[in-house]
């Protein structure tokens, strides 16, 4: 059987709505051509409660998809889910769709409305002939309750089917950036395919000797510097074992680096005009993201400089972002690094001398200690720590 393997659409993206429905729209008709059965592994929508007008994108997509004449159907859907349609598109929600249990959200919308089958929690059994797929679904969860998830949860693979787990989940050997993420070992054992949604960019990999595919989104919505390649799908052969990518027309993004060291703003804002108007001269309107890092020419700071000209010249041709974040920080760490000032410090200590020295800097007089400071303010989410500090200074005063 051949499985389009197709994810993380985001309708509804404020800031490239437009691309958000026609790219998705392009991988699934692209992918519909070409395949007998469809898996989607999570964030059709942006959004948990969509806005009727883009719930109403959703639902013309897969209605179009659903009425297709498909050569496999679903022959069975055991678990929490049910069918309400033959048509073989496999679905769960993903992390920007989760709700509360019991909740109905937007794709248990598209599996009531007949479009989709939803198969979180479930299997869904796909046939052709006497071919049978089985897609195991886990909706998206958060990532701290997975492991007990996958301990309590029953993982029983369909005799004489091809298995897929499909599921939509951070993995750590991918995003190494959290305890909780799962590691590619954890995964349940016995699946003839993995397949995952959530991660941006595409990623092919091996969980327990089997195939485990990331086809990434359809749209840009991290501006991460790994999702300069081309957005598309897979598909997926369950005869041959051969995964193929296509690629879609999807908007062109660059991350364009400039150094700032030892320069003048003048020569800064030229040098980065030259660079963007190279990218911006082939009319398909990209995102050009200029990160710029080092440190300035003596007697400059960062606040001298100014790239609202530059963002206006290239209006119409390119999209531009200028990031002077890695400007003083980034050369302050790489001084740091090169003195061999961090040999032996945690970075956390590193990181507190340093918003030490620049409260110092800035006549710094409060009551509440800059360690103290330092530590409400690197806790919690932003809101929350800001909210802890104002607390605390009011208090302290
Ligand atoms: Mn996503």
Do not use: C
């Not at 070409?34 to 409660?49: E, K, T």
């Not at 299997?123 to 998206?140: F, L, T």
């Amino acid at each position: 059987m051949k499985l389009a393997i197709v994810s993380d659409f985001h309708l509804g993206y404020e800031r490239f709505r437009s691309d958000a429905f026609s790219q998705a729209h392009e991988a699934l008709t692209k992918a519909a051509e070409q395949s007998d059965a469809m898996l989607v592994p999570g964030d059709i929508f942006d959004n948990r409660a969509p806005k009727p007008d883009v719930l109403a994108e959703g639902l013309s997509l897969f209605r179009e998809l659903s009425s297709r004449k498909w050569n496999a159907e679903i022959e069975q859907v055991t678990g929490m889910s049910k069918a309400y349609t033959n048509a073989p598109i496999v679905v769960i929600p993903g992390t920007h769709e989760r709700r509360a249990v019991g909740e109905e959200n937007p794709i248990s919308l598209l599996s009531l409305a007949g479009f989709v089958v939803d198969a979180s929690d479930s299997v869904a059994i796909i046939k052709k002939g006497n071919e049978r797929v089985a897609v195991r679904g886990i909706g998206g969860i958060a990532e701290e309750r997975l492991r007990d998830y996958l301990k309590t949860a029953e993982f029983k693979t369909v005799p004489g089917a091809f298995n897929i787990l499909m599921f939509h989940q951070s993995i750590y050997e991918l995003m190494p950036f959290s305890k909780d993420f799962i590691h590619f070992d954890e995964l349940p054992e016995g699946y003839d395919l993995y397949v995952d949604g959530h991660i941006h960019n595409r990623v092919e990999a091996k969980v327990h000797g089997k195939p485990f595919i990331i086809p990434g989104s359809t749209v840009l919505t991290q501006l991460k510097e790994t999702e300069q390649e081309s957005k598309g799908f897979y598909i997926y052969d369950t005869e041959t074992g051969e995964a193929r990518f296509q690629s879609i027309n999807s908007r062109r993004f660059v991350v364009v680096k400039v150094s700032v060291e030892g320069k003048e703003p003048s020569e800064i804002t030229s040098e980065i005009s030259e660079r963007v108007a190279k990218e911006a001269g082939k009319g398909d309107m990209p995102i050009v993201q200029v990160s710029l890092s080092g440190s300035l020419k003596q007697g400059f700071k960062p606040g001298d400089l100014s790239f609202s000209q530059i963002v206006k010249d290239f209006e119409g041709k390119a999209i531009v972002e200028i990031s002077g974040s890695g400007i003083e920080e980034a050369s302050a760490i790489a001084g740091a690094f090169k003195q061999g000032m961090l040999e032996g410090l945690p970075v956390k200590d590193y990181g507190t001398s340093l918003f030490i020295e620049k409260l110092k800097q800035a006549g710094y007089s409060l009551s509440i200690s800059p360690t103290a400071l330092f530590d409400i303010l690197s806790g919690e989410s932003k809101d929350k720590a800001v909210r802890a500090a104002l607390d605390k200074l009011l208090q302290g005063d």
